[in-house]
Nanobody, 124 residues
Framework: QVQLVESGGGLVQAGGSLRLSCAASGRTFSTYAMGWFRQAPGKEREFVAAISWSSGRTYYADSVKGRFTISRDNAKNTVYLQMNSLKPEDTAVYYC?????????????????WGQGTQVTVSS
């Protein structure tokens, strides 16, 4: 069992930056791929970024490529999402998720554990 707790959300102006963190419990964190997803009001959940267990592979949605960076620190059981050049359309609840298979995926249904989410609001 893995428990995930996101933090770092908040209100920021367009063009600003935020760094989200996701702290994981459990000794097997280093074997899991990790992903970030988001859901805006009235919209379906969408993939944002993913990272393999070893950080050897990263994946990004086209909408965030070049602006967001996913990273992880296995010693701290934490995955990060650095978000730069934020836009109002980035406003959403951001969720981290863990995938036991280890290599990462843009498909939410392939993730086994989810956090409760953290709100990110970007004002224009």
């Amino acid at each position: 069992q893995v428990q995930l707790v996101e933090s770092g959300g908040g209100l920021v102006q367009a063009g600003g930056s935020l760094r989200l963190s996701c702290a994981a419990s459990g000794r097997t964190f280093s074997t899991y791929a990790m992903g970030w997803f988001r859901q805006a009001p009235g919209k379906e959940r969408e993939f944002v970024a993913a990272i393999s267990w070893s950080s050897g592979r990263t994946y990004y949605a086209d909408s965030v490529k070049g602006r967001f960076t996913i990273s992880r620190d296995n010693a701290k059981n934490t995955v990060y999402l650095q978000m730069n050049s934020l836009k109002p359309e980035d406003t959403a609840v951001y969720y981290c998720a863990a995938d036991r298979r280890g290599w990462g995926s843009p498909n939410g249904y392939e993730y086994d554990y989810w956090g409760q989410g953290t709100q990110v609001t970007v004002s224009s």
